[in-house]
């Protein structure tokens, strides 16, 4: 509210301004310097700016407003009014950073008003766009729809894409606040101007908005018709991962309707195709959860079970024990059917185990209550009725929660839309008081206009008078030219004479170059002549030559002849006696064949004894298994947790897609008060030898950062690499293991724009303005290594706002797949980074694991994968 008290004060303030500014455009209508004045306040208004964006970026937003009010001050709306609209557009956003909502709304208004009134149509159309995502952002949907709305009418109709992005956010905003009527029609519209092909993803979305929009109302027929349209067109496109969530949708709208028989025909054909391509486990479970719920209905209870274990099966139940309450609570009500109340109370008490590791609610208030009906029937009255209390309770927090959100929604749109017609009214009154201003200034325009004609008139008698003078001076000019235009001719012919003397001489010159150039040419063929004469005698010898060789290699080929005949000869004697040989060995072979049989019987025993040794060898590998999977959970203990992150970023993600159980790729972060590093390390090899080398990566970087708070990128590098190389040779330094790893390491410092970067053979890259700076590391690893390294460099960056880092193992761009099986390489690695660069980045961390999924296609996985993005 300080911050309100105080924008207001500056409104004031602000309009005093104006209007001093108003008088003065008056006053500059009468003198002819009003134009020099306002392509000076022009640059005064650019120079403003500037520095505003400066403050901006360095987050002094109170500073950056103040420094704005000096161009709205200077009164350019009508010499430069693009710089207004990008002073008041700045003015928001600072407002915006500082979560004042309703002067945020002002800044664009003002805004919006110029633009539209100068027909700026574009800016209009991105301004409206920029108030309906803040809007959405803070879910005042009522008034996000509206400004789309209004963006949509200023869109030139045949510009079929940008009405489709409109359309799409005016159909999302009116869910929002459960208009389904009219984003029905807005989706409606998509279907009919986007074409059915090539792809496009939005289409796709219209028909799925459309689903759950009847969903939701429970109109199961329309519902399920807009999910078979959308199964076509996955299928059409041959989206096989669209295809599967469509038909899961479908089954779900299918049971609601009670159509089980075509509900467990749809889950069927998705099973099937989840088997030809790598899905999220979450989906497949919730195929299996459908399958397991359809066959509840159908009364088919072994079967009912046997799809929820399917489904339990492929759920994590670290990232997902919400999932795990839901298909554990489904199961009681599974045996609860059969009339099995020990093994239904036994789950449901699962799910309330589960339930209460996750923060919903939802399933925690489900789980309570199916608890409490299991309790009833069994007769335990009392702790039924505990359960039901608990139950109640949460029922009623979630509905108390969501009624104090929607309450502080409607107050914040009332607030705001009384905010948007005050703002309006002021400027359409200001906008009365320039029309007024600017008649009076016309008018003053005329008498200065009738005062220039009256002194253009007294200028014109002058320049009469001036005219005859220079007229006398024309003709006295013109006899002097004339007298000199006779001594030039005399001149000219002079030096015509010496010209005429000059080629004379030139000629008899040539004429004795030419009497020379034919002696050199009979010369020249004399010489010719000669040389022919060489040629032919040379041509004589080399056939005398020719003919002697030929002679000799004739006597050698007879010679040659006669020795080959002569080994035939002998050869023939060799097989012979070869013959014999192998008469002699088919006996041995009769005799070695009655050896084997009585062999047999010796191996028949060794096959059990190795059948048995197979069976040993098998509990092993179990066990061993069993240990593996020990050491993941230990590696993911050890690793930071993925939220971590949200203390030094704006937006982040984390895919992480380890070959084996364990992985050797792992990522480390640490935060002091003046710096936050971020690391990725890919260590040599996978599975446990990687994860082991990863857990001493992590260990050593704890120990480093926390003995050296303020340790430069490269350092940090370099004490890395002599503790892996101690830890990793001990004694034997003869021969020393060239185990290690490589690793990008990033040192952000919040209070400054500047980001320390070092590498070992790991690049960073950074996502600026749609393209991407690669910023290498040292061609040097963290371990032993031949090439001289005495240190690593160190990059210093500097980064603007709205950069992203990517720190990435190799593993995403080596895997093979594609059409051809080949890898995916960096530079197709790079251009999926630039593709998904506008969108959040949990959203482009399901993009590329979609990517790289639909890339590796029925390929094995080949190394661990880890990609981290993050903005501040």
């Known amino acids: 509210m300080a911050i309100a008290t105080t924008y207001r004060a500056k409104r004031k303030w602000i309009e005093i301004c104006i209007f001093a500014f108003l008088l003065q455009l008056f006053s500059h209508s009468v003198f002819p310097q009003a134009l020099e004045i306002n392509q000076s306040s022009c640059i005064e208004a650019e120079i403003h700016i500037q520095n505003a964006k400066e403050l901006f970026l360095r987050g002094e937003y109170e500073r950056t407003i103040i420094e704005l009010l000096e161009v709205i001050n200077l009164g350019i709306q009508d010499s430069c009014p693009r710089l207004l609209i990008e002073a008041y557009s700045i003015q928001a956003q600072s407002f915006e950073k500082q979560l004042d909502i309703e002067n945020t709304l002002i800044g664009y208004l003002n805004a919006i008003s110029i633009a539209e009134k100068?027909?700026?149509?574009?800016?209009?159309?991105e301004l409206y766009r920029t108030v309906g995502d803040i809007f959405f952002q803070r879910k005042v949907f009522p008034k996000a729809a509206d400004y789309y709305s209004q963006a949509l009418e200023l869109i030139d109709d045949n510009d079929t894409e940008q009405r489709l992005f409109y359309l799409e956010n005016f159909s999302l905003s009116s869910l929002g606040y459960y208009n389904y009527e009219e984003a029905a029609k807005a989706l409606q519209h998509?279907?009919?101007?986007?074409?059915?092909?090539?792809?496009?993803?939005i289409r796709s979305r219209a028909y799925f908005q459309l689903s759950e929009i009847y969903r939701k109302q429970k109109m199961w027929t329309k519902a399920i018709e807009y999910c078979n349209l959308l199964t076509q067109y996955m299928q059409e496109v041959k989206d096989t991962l669209g295809l599967v969530i469509a038909l899961n949708n479908l089954?779900?709208?299918?049971?609601?309707?009670?159509?089980?028989?075509?509900?467990?025909?749809?889950?069927?054909?998705?099973?099937?195709?989840?088997?030809?391509?790598?899905?999220?486990?979450?989906?497949?479970?919730?195929?299996?959860?459908?399958?397991?719920i359809c066959y509840q209905n159908q009364g088919n209870y072994p079967r009912a079970l046997n799809n929820l274990n399917n489904a339990k099966a492929f759920v994590d139940p670290v990232l997902s024990p919400n999932e795990m309450a839901n298909i554990y609570n489904t199961m009681a009500w599974v045996y609860y059917r059969r009339s099995d109340l020990y093994n239904a109370s036994q789950h449901s008490r699962q799910s309330i185990e589960w339930a209460l590791k996750s923060d919903d609610a939802v399933i925690l208030a489900e789980s309570y209550k199916t608890y409490s009906i299991l309790l009833r029937e069994g007769n335990d009255h009392i702790g039924a009725f505990d359960y039901f209390e608990k139950y109640s309770s949460i029922r009623d927090s979630i509905d108390i929660a969501n009624r104090v959100s929607e309450q502080s929604k409607e107050e914040l749109l009332a607030r705001l839309e009384k905010t948007e017609k005050e703002q309006r009214l002021y400027i359409a009154d200001k906008e009365m008081q320039l029309l007024m201003l600017k008649q009076l200034r016309l008018e003053a325009e005329r008498q200065r206009q009738e005062l220039e004609l009256l002194k253009k008139e007294r200028d014109l008698e002058q320049l009469e008078r001036h005219r005859a003078y220079q007229n006398l001076q024309l003709v006295k000019r013109e006899q002097e030219a004339a007298l000199q235009q006779s001594t030039i001719r005399n001149l000219e012919q002079e030096n015509a004479i010496k010209e005429l003397q000059i080629k004379q001489k030139?000629?008899?010159?040539?004429?004795?170059e030419k009497e020379i150039a034919l002696l050199q040419s009979e010369k020249e063929k004399q010489q010719l002549q000669i040389e022919k004469e060489t040629e032919t005698r040379k041509r004589a010898i080399w056939m005398l030559v020719l003919s002697f060789l030929i002679l000799v290699v004739v006597i050698t080929g007879l010679i040659t002849t006669r020795r080959k005949n002569a080994l035939l000869a002998h050869q023939k004697n060799v097989i012979e006696e070869k013959n014999e040989n192998l008469e002699q060995a088919n006996k041995d072979i009769i005799d070695?064949?009655?050896q084997l049989s009585e062999l047999a019987e010796e191996i028949r025993t060794q096959n059990e004894e190795i059948t048995t040794q197979k069976e040993l060898i098998e509990e092993k590998n179990k066990n061993i298994t069993d240990s593996i999977q020990y050491a993941s959970l230990i590696q993911t203990a050890v690793l930071p947790t993925p939220d971590i992150l949200s203390e030094s970023f704006n937006d982040y993600f984390i895919l992480f897609k380890p070959r084996d159980i364990v992985s050797g790729d792992f990522w480390w972060y640490h935060k002091n008060s003046q710096r936050v590093i971020l690391a990725v390390a890919d260590c040599t090899g996978h599975g446990v030898p990687g994860a082991i080398l990863s857990m001493l990566g992590t260990a050593l970087l704890n120990e480093i950062a926390s003995q050296n708070h303020n340790i430069k990128a490269n350092l940090l590098l370099n004490q890395l690499k002599t503790k892996i190389i101690e830890a990793l040779v001990h004694n034997d330094k003869s021969n020393p293991r060239r185990d290690g790893m490589d690793i990008a390491v990033c040192i952000f410092n919040p209070n400054s724009n500047e980001v320390e970067i070092a590498g070992a053979n790991n690049p960073v890259y950074v996502l600026r303005n749609g393209s991407i700076e690669i910023i290498k590391g040292d061609k040097a690893p963290i371990g032993v290594h031949q090439g001289k390294t005495d240190s690593f460099s160190l990059k210093t960056f500097e980064r603007k706002a709205g950069d992203r880092f990517y720190l990435f193992s190799d593993g995403f761009p080596d895997q093979f797949g594609g059409e051809k099986g080949r890898k995916l390489m960096y530079k197709h690695f790079r251009e999926l980074l630039i593709e998904s660069g506008n969108l959040p980045m949990k959203d482009q961390c399901e993009f590329l694991n979609y990517s790289f999924t639909k890339w590796q296609g029925y390929n094995d996985q080949v190394d661990d994968v880890l990609v981290i993005g993050v903005t501040l």
């Open 118 to 125: 100068y027909g700026y149509n574009t800016t209009s159309i």
């Open 190 to 201: 998509i279907l009919e101007i986007s074409e059915p092909k090539p792809f496009l993803p």
């Open 251 to 292: 089954s779900y709208n299918q049971i609601s309707n009670k159509e089980f028989s075509n509900a467990e025909t749809a889950i069927n054909r998705a099973l099937d195709l989840s088997k030809k391509i790598s899905l999220p486990t979450t989906l497949v479970a919730g195929l299996y959860t459908n399958l397991g």
């Open 506 to 512: 030139e000629a008899e010159e040539l004429q004795r």
């Open 592 to 594: 070695k064949n009655v």
